[in-house]
């Protein structure tokens, strides 16, 4: 429960607003959702103290142990009871589907609309949805175990049932409390093995919400970076994960030593199966260590460019400028070239070609392309802007202007807008842009044509037909001449 209360606080910290009614709003939320998840808990807590109560048994007392008497037949009563237990749970089962809907569901979703973000990132956060699906999961756990209680004190109350349910439960609890795996000289059953699985997940947790705390807490205030923050906050997470999981094998008395037989066994399915995940977890060190990418860079990998915003253990996560997130392996990053334009220095020359007709005036564009570069915001002074005259086209003069800019991230506004400016004041000073032209020459000669005989009557026929003369062997051997 407290680390379910400093998960739910965690999260809710990113949308606290200023002053004492947003304090009170995270405070009453927070309650109200511990609320909700004491419910859920507390008939599995009831069902685990069971089982670790079986667990603490011996097994010769539960054979060793009198057969009860025999039972008598079910009264009225009982029934009566039986009935009231089902449509006890029955207005329990949507009494809590109510509750959860109309009154936590909504108060977190309002909580979250009234909050206000603490930075400017247009992402949105995905805190909202995940603490209503957690209260949701929350909700099928408290009223799945709701039925089952109930239906386990139902079959109490009938001879028959209560006999099956004695023999379910001793069956169920056997095999709890199994010995099924045995490391270092020491049994272990299901049960202990859950339990150390349970550890372990809280520990992933609270590896998470101590690294949050330690990031918004320390780093922000310390005036560090973003990049250099998220490279702290990962040592940081998975120094903990690592100490803690030695921590908790060492209190369940396992021997690290003895994990000899299972670290050989993960040796060989990463050699055989597991290469490229070995590799990108490497490359997320080498990445994290050396920080030849931070987060909030701008870089551009392949055909995508875009704002780096998360390095995972074996993935890089980059939001292109149309806000689509982009997955990248992290051995990508050093088995390719990746251009980062927020290296160390984040001035960049951004190169913008223009090309106009020939015959126009060349200083004169010259200074025009240096005038529009002038009315940009983003366009650095200093370094001064550049116009290079890089040569003789096929049907333009090319020039090339070179701006300097500390946004690369909005190159492609710079360079639009750019464009605008240009277009502007060519127009105004009545500088042409042109287009490509070709040009097309023909050449004709004489051709010499002969007809056949056959060919030749028959058109000296449809030429009589149509002018109504006969066609004579003069006249076609006149035609043919005047063809040739």
């Known amino acids: 429960m407290p680390l379910l209360g400093l998960a739910i606080w965690a999260e809710t910290i990113r949308y606290r607003g200023n002053g004492m009614t947003a304090r009170a709003r995270n405070v009453k939320l927070a309650l109200l959702v511990g609320i909700a998840a004491a419910g859920a808990i507390a008939p599995l807590q009831f069902g685990l103290g069971a089982i670790a109560a079986r667990a603490s048994t011996p097994f010769t007392d539960v054979f060793d142990r009198e057969a009860p008497p025999p039972d008598p037949a079910p009264s009225d009563w009982t029934v009566l009871v039986a009935v009231v237990l089902v449509l006890t749970t029955v207005a329990l089962h949507y009494g809590l589907q109510r509750l959860w809907q109309q009154v936590l569901i909504p108060r977190v979703r309002s909580h979250f609309a009234q909050g206000t973000p603490k930075s400017n990132d247009p992402k949105p956060s995905d805190a909202p949805d995940l603490i209503e699906r957690a209260m949701r999961t929350a909700l099928l756990l408290t009223r799945t175990v709701l039925w089952l209680v109930s239906m386990w004190h139902i079959a109490g109350l009938f001879p028959l049932t209560r006999d099956w349910s004695r023999g379910g439960a001793e069956v169920v609890l056997d095999s709890f409390t199994t010995p099924l795996l045995a490391l270092g000289g020491r049994q272990y059953s299901l049960v202990q093995l859950l339990a150390l699985l349970t550890m372990l997940v809280l520990l992933i947790l609270a590896s998470k919400v101590m690294t949050d ?272």
């Open 213 to 484: 705390l330690f990031r918004s807490r320390i780093l922000e205030l310390a005036g560090i970076n973003r990049g250099a923050q998220e490279a702290i906050a990962v040592i940081f997470r998975y120094g903990i994960i690592f100490l803690g999981t030695l921590v908790l094998l060492q209190v369940w008395g396992l021997d690290i030593s003895s994990l000899a037989i299972l670290a050989s066994a993960l040796s060989v399915g990463i050699g055989f199966g597991l290469q490229d995940i070995a590799k990108n977890f490497g490359s997320g060190l080498v990445l994290v260590f050396e920080r030849p990418i931070q987060v909030g860079d701008f870089v551009e990998v392949g055909d995508f460019q875009g704002t780096v915003e998360r390095i995972g253990a074996r993935s890089t996560v980059i939001r292109t400028l149309d806000q689509v997130s982009i997955i990248v392996p992290n051995s990508r990053f050093l088995e390719k070239e990746v251009i980062n334009w927020s290296h160390d220095n984040p001035v960049s020359r951004l190169h913008i070609p223009v090309g106009v007709a020939y015959g126009a005036d060349v200083p004169k564009v010259r200074s025009l392309l240096l005038e529009a570069s002038k009315g940009q915001a983003r366009v650095l002074s200093y370094p001064a802007p550049q116009v290079f005259f890089k040569g003789f086209g096929d049907s333009s003069l090319n020039f090339e202007l070179l701006v300097w800019t500390r946004e690369p991230s909005r190159q492609i506004l710079i360079k639009s807008d750019l464009y605008f400016q240009i277009e502007h004041l060519f127009r105004k000073n009545h500088v042409e842009i042109p287009f490509p032209q070709r040009d097309l020459h023909l050449r004709t000669n004489d051709l010499s044509l002969s007809l056949s005989p056959e060919l030749a009557a028959s058109l000296q026929q449809w030429i009589a037909g149509n002018n109504g003369v006969a066609a004579s062997p003069s006249h076609v051997a006149e035609t043919e001449a005047d063809h040739n």
